[in-house]
């Protein structure tokens, strides 16, 4: 039987089970949290990055979830620098030049400021600056795709938490937390 485990990665955590950087180096990893054998990531977040990951014991399953190719969603929630624009979310539903070439279209939406965990250490926050929040949600897994997509189109993201890959979610998961699925 597969087994299926859902888990809100923290902030400043790296999203694999050891830690290659450099010597002396002790970095968190997925090994301080999840004590289960045989499971691994499906795909990674960002070590700055929040939110859910989800880990199995079957590879097909593993491919699936993490290859682009089968377009399984992703939905993240950012919080940005400045009032995001009509203009903005109508860039990224369309979809967003970047260095590597054109992303597929996304939704994108304004969000209230949800109701999450206090991140440790907060994000910067500026006073003559505000901030908002936008729902976003992915059909790719490009390396920090969020992020300079937020950035190409002037919206610089403060804070990334990614909350739905495809039918599981993040829900009653607090940061370090896991559940079987």
């Known amino acids: 039987m597969t087994r299926v485990i859902l888990f809100n990665k923290p902030f400043d955590v790296l999203s694999q089970f050891t830690d290659r950087g450099t010597e002396g180096s002790k970095r968190a990893t997925l090994s301080d949290f999840i004590d289960v054998p045989k499971v691994y990531p499906a795909g990674r977040l960002d070590r700055d990055s929040e939110g859910l990951m989800v880990l199995t014991d079957n590879g097909k399953l593993q491919a ?6 089968h377009k399984m969603t992703k939905t993240y929630w950012a919080q940005v620098e400045g009032e995001i624009t009509d203009e903005a979310l109508a860039r990224l539903h369309k979809g967003v030049e970047l260095k590597d070439g054109m992303t597929r279209p996304a939704k994108a939406a304004r969000l209230e ?7 440790v250490p907060p994000i910067r926050v500026r006073k003559s600056i505000p901030d908002s929040w936008l729902e976003l949600t992915i059909s790719e897994g490009r390396n920090r795709q969020v992020r300079r997509m937020t ?6 993201t ?11 979610h993040l829900a009653g998961l607090q940061p370090g937390q896991w559940r079987d699925a």
């Open 151 to 156: 950035a190409a189109v002037g919206f610089p």
């Open 158 to 168: 403060l804070r990334l938490i990614r909350v739905r890959i495809g039918d599981w």
């Open 64 to 69: 699936k979830i993490s290859n682009p190719k």
């Open 113 to 119: 400021a949800p109701e999450v965990w206090e991140r």
